[in-house]
Every structure is written in structure tokens, then in C-alpha cells.
């Protein structure tokens, strides 16, 4: 595997392989389900470790801006495990894109989950044909779920769309080629917390 770790920018935990990644948020969503609360170490030496030995997230998160859709959360996850990237609706544009790329590129992380959710207001916003104010939003989701009037099936097609902008891009392509990086997509069931991963291609 032709990977090109530099001294500096490597680090041990990053280095998990894209199943162990997928493994680590599945096993994180099942305990957070039935979760009470969410005790992680928040401690100085923690934040001290993060500063000193820099960060080393074992995934990349593109998720919802949704208030209820909170990834470290829903994964069960601390300080310096996720890299998370949120906009309305989990659009990927040229911003995201590039912050993905730092993570995936830079970071190292294998894994690239987009995470749509269920009773999404700006998949809702699309459906209904709202624009203007929020248009660079509803407009990116509106393309990408075309004649779809089921709001699931919009989260669905919204994810993938997402994807597909994602592998547009060489330098993620090209790591994904090498078996370097893995991209996902799921589903969040705003009712339940549930994470349904979706079947890719
Ligand atoms: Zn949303």
C-alpha cells in the first residue's frame, strides 16, 4: 500500500484501517443508543496530550448542522477521535470538500462518512422549493434528489450525492484507489439515534 506518512503528521491511532474505523462508529452508535449520558475525558492532561502530540481522528465526519445530530455524540466518541465537518443539510461544496481533504490527506483519517438524517429541515426546505435566503443550500439539495418526494429517499439520494461530489475530487479519488481511504454513507434516525450505514456501490 503506497501511503506517504512524513514524520511529523503520522500518528499511531490515524492508522487504523478503514473496517476498524467503520467498526469503532458502528460499536459507538450501538452504546449510544441505549446511553444515559456521555462521560468522555475532558481533562486537562487530555487536551494537554492533544496539544503537544497533535490529533490523530480515526474518522471524518460530514454531518448535518441539526442541533440533534451531533456525531460525537452519536458515536460515543472524544476529544481528537472525530474530524467533523457541519453544514445545513450535509452539502458538500468547495469548503467542504478541501476541509475533507485536509482530514483524509493530512490527517490521515481512512474513514469518510457523510451523515444525512431523517426530519432534515433543509431537505424538507428543498422539497417544498424554498430558495432564496437559504438557495446555495436547498439548490445543492434539490439537484441531487431530483424527482424524489419521499423525504427519506431525498436524505438517501442528498448522501450519496454528497459521495459522489467527495470522489470527484483527485487527491480523495487517488487515496481511495490505494486502499488508503474508505468513503460512507448513513442514515441518522432522528427518532431513535439509530445509524443505518447505507450499501455503497
Ligand atoms: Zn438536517
Do not use: W
Not at 452508535?29 to 449520558?37: F, G, K, P, Q, S
Not at 438517501?156 to 481511495?176: C, D, G, K, S
Not at 434516525?189 to 439509530?194: A, E, S
Request: hydrophobic share 45%; charged share 20%; with cysteine.
Amino acid at each position: 500500500m503506497a501511503m506517504d506518512y512524513t514524520a511529523d503528521d503520522f500518528d499511531g491511532d490515524a492508522h487504523v484501517s478503514p473496517d476498524a474505523a467503520l467498526r469503532r462508529l458502528r460499536e459507538g452508535n450501538r452504546i449510544y443508543v441505549e446511553a444515559l449520558d456521555h462521560e468522555r475525558d475532558l481533562s486537562p492532561e487530555r487536551i494537554q496530550d492533544l496539544f503537544e502530540n497533535g490529533q490523530r481522528p480515526f474518522a471524518t465526519v460530514i454531518a448535518c448542522s441539526d442541533s440533534r445530530v451531533v456525531p460525537e455524540h452519536i458515536f460515543m466518541t472524544g476529544l481528537g477521535e472525530l474530524f467533523v465537518v457541519r453544514v445545513a443539510g450535509n452539502v458538500v461544496g468547495p469548503v467542504e470538500a478541501a476541509s475533507a481533504i485536509y482530514a483524509c490527506k493530512h490527517l490521515h483519517t481512512s474513514l469518510l462518512l457523510v451523515l444525512g438524517h431523517t426530519h432534515c429541515g433543509a431537505i424538507k426546505a428543498a422539497l417544498d422549493g424554498e430558495a432564496g435566503d437559504v438557495a446555495s443550500v436547498t439548490g445543492r439539495i434539490a439537484e441531487a434528489i431530483g424527482a424524489a418526494s419521499d423525504p427519506y429517499e431525498a436524505s438517501v439520494l442528498n448522501t450519496r450525492a454528497a459521495i459522489a461530489e467527495l470522489r470527484a475530487h483527485p487527491a480523495l479519488a487517488q487515496l481511495e484507489e490505494v486502499g488508503a481511504l474508505r468513503m460512507a454513507g448513513a442514515i441518522y434516525h432522528t427518532h431513535c439515534g439509530v445509524v443505518d450505514f447505507l450499501q455503497m456501490p
